[in-house]
């Protein structure tokens, strides 16, 4: 069975420059999360969607950052314009519903460098 | 309010001794905890998980996590350690409270494995 595909595997773009990342949860998953991975602040929760619906974006930095879920098979997470503070690896993760104590399925992860 | 706290950033063993990676979480309410295991340049992946049954959990590739309500620690350990687990290992805390459901992540483990 196909995991939680996310693409692209790594992004090296200029500062300014519109990024877009892009994640398919595992088939029959409602609820899908992105994360940010870095060294100093470790693993941070996003956003998350339950059916296709946003339920707590208290984790997107500001602004600059925005997720979409048009469909139950695709999300984006989008940042524009990038800073290299932006520079991390971003992680989608989904569930089968939105129960917190469900097992979370991770992609392999975006590495994304701003320069 | 939920935190956990993974006492060691680093772990170095021997191959074939055992492993001990150390956990303590605060929770108001019955917590459910996870550990969750990160191979290089890889997502995450559920080892192991803890929802209020046996106190003693196995999980995956024979590690386990004991629940201890009075130590507040939800320590990982294997008794002989692989090449393989060479690897970054997160402990985590669901946080269950009314409508605010989130996971606390650790910081992180790396354990390494030497020869």
């Known amino acids: 069975d196909a995991g939680v595909i996310q693409s692209p595997r790594h992004e090296v773009t200029e500062m300014g420059q519109e990024v877009t990342l892009r994640c398919k949860p595992i088939?029959?998953?409602?609820?899908l999360f992105w994360y940010r991975q870095t060294m100093m602040r470790g693993l941070e929760l996003l956003i998350y969607?339950?059916?296709?619906?946003?339920?707590?974006d208290s984790g997107m930095p500001e602004d600059r950052f925005s997720a979409k879920m048009p469909n139950a098979s695709f999300s984006t997470l989008k940042i524009q314009p990038s800073e290299p503070r932006d520079s991390a690896v971003y992680f989608c993760?989904?569930?089968?519903?939105?129960?917190?104590?469900?097992?979370?399925?991770f992609g392999d992860g975006t590495r994304l460098s701003i320069l | 309010a939920q935190s956990v706290t993974q006492l060691d950033s680093h772990v170095s063993v021997s191959e074939g001794t055992p492993v001990l990676l150390r956990c303590n979480y605060s929770?108001?309410?019955?917590?459910?905890l996870f550990w969750y295991v990160q191979h290089p340049n890889k997502g995450l992946q559920l080892l192991l998980k803890?929802?209020?049954?046996a106190t003693l959990v196995k999980g995956i590739n024979g590690f386990e996590a004991e629940f201890k309500k009075s130590e507040t620690s939800f320590h990982l350990t294997k008794p002989s350690a692989h090449m393989s687990d060479a690897a970054e290992y997160f402990c985590?805390?669901?946080?269950?409270?009314?409508?605010?459901?989130?996971?606390?992540w650790g910081l992180g483990t790396s354990l390494a494995v030497n020869p």
């Open positions: 993760a989904s569930t089968p519903s939105g129960r917190i104590n469900q097992p979370q399925h």
């Open positions: 088939s029959g998953h409602n609820s």
């Open positions: 969607f339950n059916n296709n619906v946003p339920i707590d």
């Open positions: 929770s108001s309410y019955s917590p459910s």
């Open positions: 803890y929802t209020s049954a």
């Open positions: 985590v805390v669901s946080h269950n409270a009314g409508n605010n459901r989130k996971l606390i």
